[in-house]
């Protein structure tokens, strides 16, 4: 049980933090050239055959070829993103950081578990003289190594499979614009550029394009594809917001082409408010000991109050429901009055589960305030922590059950965030680097920018701060409930 090529310093800076995706390899790139191989291949294949040049063996000769080109790059591309990690890493104040690994082992499987055990399969399919016989020698080792590494790589996406559909492509993106975003930042750091070697440099002008070659060369055909290229700031900074706003329009176009269904409730401000909320959300900026007691009684008496009025207001509309739906049920489909009556109770259960959605907010603000007048009075965190949540009390728990439950619809819903304040940050960075060129190249011209643009800069660097908090808050109780998830899955195997 092993991960393969574990990035320098892993989990010490936001760039080269991954998110656990079921079992996910620590290199995705590199596990997927056999998939990349053979998907080639199999296309190289067709057409010799529908040209009437096939030949017995051409599918594995070609996956071997294709296979050792693409590991090649592969390799050179993660060695390339290792050295500018480092020096991004360096950058932003990581000096040590924890050195690249080829290979690690791990004590659950993973990913490159199944890569390895499909190609060793391969291997030993190939070692029978009989099959393939079109093909001998080294490309028919290697091609049955590929294709067994290939069928391992998607075995291992559908059981290690987490969360829903596209979930692993929207975090690979979100990873992909964040090191855009700290590349073209390092690029235009010359003292930490002078750093990095020559491989290094080379690597980071190819990456952000910053070469006047690649920049002809790329403006024919609209830039070169592939996740490894960047929008280029310097080149033409209008076509290149422009390419960039479009590929995130698509983004959320596919991630919302089947959006959950959304359940809010409305408040008004007086309602829900109290010391150290906003909106109706704690902002734990007030610690228990500079708080009244008296104004959280009284809170809380208001909280009462206002559950009772709410339960009430839900009652009689749930009251009303039942005997509206036992007429509309002995109505005709063909009456007029039967569509009425559907559209009042659509209309009816709305309004009631909209006060059920308030009665919900309200009972876990209340459990809050018992909370904080608690923490106020000073008591045990261990019986503070088992005060009655409002909702789980009909619920039967069994003796110790947090020890062995799985929260994956938080780890989910966290990574959801994560996902979003990742790409914010990356948007942010992209708009900053581009507005950085613009001033220098402002100030090589003779001109100047007008304060009102200066002050608009200004505002979005203090925004990135804030982003970049998020970012790390985020990553930090991901990290957290992620583990969690990890260490209840193997409890549970190991029963």
């Known amino acids: 049980m092993v991960r393969l090529c574990v990035p ?34 199999t296309g190289i294949t067709a057409l010799a055959s529908i040209l009437g040049y096939a030949r017995p063996g051409t599918f594995l000769r070609t996956v071997s070829v294709i296979g050792a080109i693409d590991l090649s790059g592969t390799a050179c591309d993660i060695y390339g993103r290792q050295e500018l990690n480092r020096a991004v890493l360096r950058r932003n104040g990581v000096d040590n950081p924890r050195p690249f690994k080829l290979w690690e082992r791990t004590k659950q499987w993973t990913s490159e578990d199944l890569a390895l055990f499909g190609g060793a399969t391969g291997l030993l399919i190939a070692s029978n003289p009989r099959l393939f ?10 091609g049955a190594a590929i294709v067994g590494c290939a069928v391992g790589v998607k075995i291992a996406d559908d059981a290690f499979a987490t969360g829903p559909p596209g979930l692993a492509q929207r975090v690979e993106w979100a990873l992909v614009m964040h090191r855009r975003a700290e590349y073209e930042l390092l690029a235009r750091d010359e003292k930490a550029k002078a750093e990095l070697s020559r491989f290094g440099r ?5 990456y952000t394009r910053q070469s006047t070659a690649t920049q002809i060369l790329g403006k ?11 929008v280029s700031i310097a080149g033409d900074p209008g076509h290149a917001q422009e390419a960039q706003m479009a590929a995130l329009r698509e983004h959320i176009k596919q991630a919302h082409a089947n959006p959950p269904a959304l359940m809010v409730a409305e408040f008004d401000n007086e309602e829900l408010a109290a010391p150290d909320y906003e909106r109706g959300y704690r902002q734990y900026r007030v610690d228990p000991a500079d708080l009244n007691a008296e104004e959280v009684q009284d809170h809380l008496e208001h909280l009462n109050k206002l559950h009772e009025s ?3 207001e839900l009652a009689y509309a749930w009251q009303s429901l039942v005997p509206k739906e036992h007429k509309m049920h002995q109505l005709l489909e063909e009456e007029s009055e039967k569509e009425l009556l559907r559209r009042e109770l659509q209309l009816l259960n709305s309004i009631a589960l909209h006060s059920q959605i308030r009665l919900a907010v309200i009972s876990y603000v209340q459990a809050d305030a018992r909370k904080r007048l608690a923490q106020i009075r000073n008591e045990e965190t261990t019986a503070i922590a088992k005060y009655p949540l409002p909702g789980t009390q009909s619920v039967p728990f069994e003796n110790n059950w947090s020890k062995t439950y799985v929260p994956q619809k938080t780890a989910e819903h966290i990574r959801g965030r994560w996902e979003s304040v990742r790409g914010d940050l990356a948007q942010v960075d992209a708009l900053l680097a581009e507005w950085d060129h613009i001033e220098v190249n402002g100030k090589k ?14 505002h979005l660097r203090t925004t990135r701060d804030a982003i970049k908090l998020n970012v790390e808050a985020t990553e930090r109780l991901l990290k957290e409930f992620e583990d969690r998830v990890v260490k209840a899955e193997e409890q549970s195997s190991g029963r």
């Open 310 to 312: 709410e339960a009430k």
């Open 202 to 206: 080379l690597y980071l002008m190819l």
């Open 8 to 41: 320098a310093g892993e989990d010490q800076h936001a760039l080269t933090r991954r998110p656990r995706l079921g079992q996910s390899a620590a290199e995705p790139s590199l596990i997927y050239v056999p998939y990349r191989a053979c998907v080639v291949a």
């Open 220 to 230: 024919p055909f609209g830039g070169f594809s592939g996740t490894t290229t960047s």
């Open 445 to 458: 011209d003779g001109g100047h920018l007008d304060p009102d643009s200066k002050r608009k800069a200004e």
């Open 133 to 142: 016989p079109g093909v001998r020698g080294v490309p028919k080792i290697l």
